[in-house]
C-alpha cells in the first residue's frame, strides 16, 4: 500500500519535514527507556521523547492520517534529516544529536511562531518544549564536555561524528515561507560553538554534509540504519492491515 | 497527600538517633508501639526497632527494584507500539516507572541506605524484585495484560501502603497510587480495543491474559500460613492485610472486569460462592512460584544482566558531572574566597 | 563497583501561584543546576508545579525527636494565642 501523501498542498511538505523530524527523533529517544545512565535521566529523556511525539502528531495530522503516515510510508516517502534517524551510540552520541537538533529546532520555531504561517500555533507550543530541550543538551554537553578525561574524549567524537548530518538542516523546506536560511545557520553555528567551547571542545572543521550528490533526509534519502528504525517501528502495524489499536 | 513537612535528614540520610543507651530502648521501644497502636506515622529520626528499619528498608528496596526492572518488559515495545497514540502512553507509563523507583529510592534513603548501595545488592543478586518481571512479553497485547492485571494486583497490594506506618513509605505510595491508576485504566483499554478488534487481535488479547492471570495471583505473595514475614509486618502496620485477603480482593474484581472484556480467566474452577460471597479459584502452582523466585523464571538472567549493564555502561556518565560538578564548586568557592 | 557520588537534594514545589513551596520529595543530582531541572521532570510531570526549590538534603537542620517535648509541649498549654479562647457576646459582629 502506497501512501505518499499528496504534497501539491504546500504546507503538506513542510509537515512532513518537521513531523518526520519529531517523530524519528521521538522514536529513538525511546530505544533509551530502561538503560538510561542514571534513573533521573531516564525521566528526562522520556520527556523530551514525548514532548516530539506530540509535535510528531499535530505535524502528521496536518498532513493527513497520523497513523497512516508514521507506519504505512516506505523509507523513501519520509522526509527527516538523516541526523536525526542516527542511532543512539553511547550517551554522548544522543547528546550530541540532542544538541545539534534542539538548538536548530528552537531558532527555527522561534521565527515560525513569530509568523502568521499555518505553522505559528504549533510553533508557539514547540518553541517552549525545543528550549528546554536545548537547555538539556547544552547541560549535558558541558559536563560532558568538561568532565573527565574519558567523557572529554567521548564527546569530542560524538560531535565530530554527527557533524557532517549538520548542513541539511538548512536547505529551505518547501513551504516554511520567510524563514532567513542562511541567517538561520549563522545563528546556530554561533550557538553551537559557543557552547562547544565552554565545554572545553574543539568545534568541528570538517565538512557538513557529504559528497555524495544523490539527496539527503529532506529529499527521501536516508542512511542504513533507517531502514531498520522503520521495519521495527511498522512491523506490528503493517501485519494486522485495517485493524483498529 | 497532606502538606508532607521537609524530610528530617539533617546530617546526610544515615543520620538517625539510636537510643542514648541500652537502660532507654524500652523507654524508646514503648513510644514507638503506642505510636504505631496510635496509627500515628513514624518519622525518619524517630527511635525504632533494628528490625522494623531492616523489614522496611528490604520491602521499600524490592518495592524499587521491582519499578526499574518492571520498565524492561514493556520498553521491550515502545519501539514496536503500534500506534502513535498507543505509542505516547506507553512511554509515559514506562518513564512513570523510573519516578515510581525514584520516589521509593529515597523512601528507603531515610533509613539511613544510599540508592547506590540498593542498586549494588540489586546487581550482586542479593535483593530481590517482584517476580513477575521475569515472564516475557511476548506480543503488543501483553502490554495491555500488563497494565490490567499485574498493574491491577499492584493496585491493590499498594493501596493499602498508603496508610503504612512508615512516613516517606506512605506518601510515596500515595503519589504512587494516584499516578497507577491510569496505568491500569490504559491496560484496560488496550485489551479492549483488542478483544474487539479482528479475530487475530482478539486471540493475541486472550493468549496474554492466560499468560498472565495465574502469575498476577501470584504477586500477592505466598498463601498466609508459608508467608515468613506476615504476621510481624501486620503487627507493625507496614502491611494492613493478609496475602490471601488481597488475592481475594482482586479475583473479585477482575471477574466482572474479563466479561466486560469479552475475554475468560483461564482457570475451569472459577465460580461465584454464594455463601462466602466471594469467588471460588482453583490451585495455584506454588512450585512455578517458587522456581521463578529462585531464579529459574524465564527472564530472571535477561532482566537482571541488562540492569547491570545499564548501570555499568552510565559510569562514565555518572563519574563525569560528578567531576564537573567537583570543578565548578571549586571555582566558586575559590572566587568566594577571593 | 562505580557509585555516583551525587548527592541528595530534598525538592520544594509551588502548585499554584499564591501557595507556598512544599516539599515533594528528593532526587540525586551532581549540582544545583540539574538537580532543578531532575526535580522539573521528574516532580512537575504532571502539571504539579509553577515553581521549584532545590536545597541539598545535607544543608537542612531538623529539630530532633529527643527535644520534640521541649521544642513543642510548652506552646500547647498556651489557649490564649487561639480566638476561640475568648468569649464574645452573642450578636456582636466583625470579630
Known amino acids: 500500500m502506497t501512501t505518499t501523501p499528496a504534497a501539491d498542498t504546500v504546507p503538506t511538505a513542510a509537515a512532513l519535514a518537521l513531523g518526520d523530524d519529531a517523530l524519528v527523533l521521538s522514536h529513538r529517544l525511546g530505544e533509551w527507556a530502561g538503560h538510561a545512565p542514571v534513573l533521573e535521566e531516564e525521566v528526562a529523556l522520556a520527556n523530551i521523547a514525548l514532548d516530539l511525539l506530540g509535535q510528531a502528531r499535530v505535524l502528521l495530522s496536518m498532513a493527513g492520517d497520523e497513523d497512516e503516515l508514521a507506519f504505512l510510508r516506505e523509507e523513501r516517502a519520509f522526509r527527516n534529516l538523516q541526523l536525526v534517524e542516527q542511532p543512539n551510540g553511547d550517551f554522548a552520541h544522543t547528546i550530541a544529536r540532542q544538541l545539534y537538533f534542539s538548538v536548530y529546532q528552537h531558532l527555527l520555531h522561534d521565527r515560525l511562531a513569530s509568523g502568521d504561517g499555518p505553522f505559528a500555533p504549533l510553533a508557539g507550543k514547540a518553541v517552549k518544549e525545543a528550549a528546554y530541550h536545548r537547555d538539556h543538551a547544552e547541560q549535558w554537553t558541558l559536563r560532558l564536555g568538561d568532565g573527565t578525561d574519558e567523557s572529554h574524549a567521548r564527546m569530542q567524537r560524538a560531535v565530530d561524528a554527527l557533524w557532517r548530518f549538520t548542513g541539511e538542516m538548512f536547505q529551505p523546506v518547501e513551504g516554511l515561507d520567510g524563514i532567513d536560511w542562511p541567517g538561520l545557520e549563522r545563528a546556530w553555528l554561533d550557538a553551537v560553538q559557543d557552547v562547544l567551547g565552554r565545554a572545553t571542545l574543539t568545534p568541528p572543521e570538517g565538512p557538513r554534509s557529504g559528497a555524495w550528490r544523490a539527496g539527503a533526509g529532506r529529499q527521501g534519502l536516508h542512511t542504513e540504519p533507517f531502514g531498520r528504525m522503520l521495519a521495527e517501528m511498522q512491523h506490528l502495524h503493517r501485519s494486522h492491515p485495517g485493524a483498529t489499536w | ?338 | 563497583m562505580t557509585h555516583t557520588d551525587w548527592p541528595l537534594w530534598e525538592v520544594f514545589v509551588r502548585s499554584r501561584r499564591g501557595l507556598s513551596h512544599t516539599h515533594a520529595g528528593s532526587l540525586h543530582a551532581p549540582d544545583a543546576e540539574l538537580a532543578l531541572r531532575n526535580a522539573r521532570d521528574l516532580y512537575t510531570r504532571r502539571g504539579e508545579g509553577v515553581s521549584i526549590w532545590v536545597v541539598p538534603s545535607s544543608a537542612i537542620t531538623a529539630s530532633s525527636p529527643d527535644e520534640k517535648d521541649p521544642f513543642f509541649e510548652p506552646a500547647a498549654d498556651k489557649p490564649y494565642r487561639h480566638p476561640t479562647f475568648y468569649e464574645i457576646p452573642e450578636g456582636v459582629q466583625h470579630l
Not at chain 2, 127 to 147: C, E, H, M, R
Not at chain 2, 301 to 316: D, I, K, T, Y
Open chain 2, 1 to 338: 497527600m497532606a502538606t508532607a513537612a521537609a524530610r528530617d535528614t539533617a546530617g546526610g540520610p544515615t543520620a538517625y538517633d539510636a537510643p542514648a543507651g541500652p537502660g532507654d530502648t524500652d523507654a524508646f521501644q514503648r513510644a514507638f508501639d503506642a505510636a504505631v497502636a496510635a496509627d500515628e506515622r513514624i518519622e525518619p529520626r524517630d527511635w525504632m526497632p533494628d528490625a522494623y528499619r531492616a523489614t522496611l528498608v528490604r520491602q521499600i528496596a524490592q518495592h524499587a527494584h521491582s519499578e526499574i526492572i518492571g520498565m524492561q518488559p514493556e520498553a521491550n515495545w515502545i519501539t514496536r507500539a503500534p500506534s502513535l497514540r498507543r505509542k505516547a502512553i506507553l512511554m509515559a507509563k514506562v518513564q512513570d516507572e523510573a519516578g515510581h523507583g525514584l520516589y521509593l529510592y529515597s523512601a528507603a534513603e531515610t533509613l539511613g541506605v544510599s540508592r547506590d548501595e540498593l542498586l549494588d545488592k540489586l546487581h550482586a543478586g542479593r535483593q530481590k524484585y517482584s517476580s513477575i518481571f521475569n515472564y516475557p512479553t511476548l506480543t503488543w497485547a501483553d502490554v495491555g495484560a500488563i497494565g490490567w492485571l499485574v498493574d491491577g494486583a499492584a493496585i491493590t497490594n499498594q493501596v493499602p501502603l498508603c496508610r503504612c506506618s512508615y512516613g516517606p513509605y506512605a506518601r510515596a505510595m500515595v503519589r504512587i497510587c494516584k499516578e497507577e491508576s491510569f496505568h491500569q485504566r490504559q491496560g484496560y483499554e488496550l485489551l479492549l480495543a483488542l478483544s474487539k478488534g479482528t479475530p487475530e487481535q482478539h486471540a493475541m488479547a486472550q493468549d496474554a491474559v492466560d499468560r498472565w492471570w495465574w502469575p498476577s495471583l501470584m504477586m500477592f505473595g505466598p498463601p498466609d500460613d508459608e508467608s515468613q514475614h506476615s504476621a510481624q509486618s501486620m503487627a507493625w502496620k507496614i502491611k494492613r492485610h493478609s496475602n490471601d485477603e488481597l488475592r481475594q480482593r482482586f479475583v473479585d474484581i477482575c471477574v466482572p472486569q474479563a466479561e466486560s472484556l469479552g475475554l475468560t480467566l483461564p482457570d475451569p474452577d472459577l465460580r461465584w460462592n454464594e455463601e462466602r460471597g466471594h469467588y471460588d479459584f482453583g490451585a495455584i502452582d506454588w512450585s512455578e512460584f517458587w522456581d521463578v523466585l529462585k531464579g529459574d523464571g524465564p527472564c530472571n538472567e535477561q532482566r537482571l544482566s541488562r540492569r547491570r549493564q545499564a548501570h555499568e555502561e552510565g559510569a562514565w556518565v555518572r563519574e563525569a558531572a560528578a567531576a564537573h560538578a567537583a570543578k565548578h564548586s571549586n571555582d566558586e568557592t575559590g572566587a568566594t574566597r577571593a
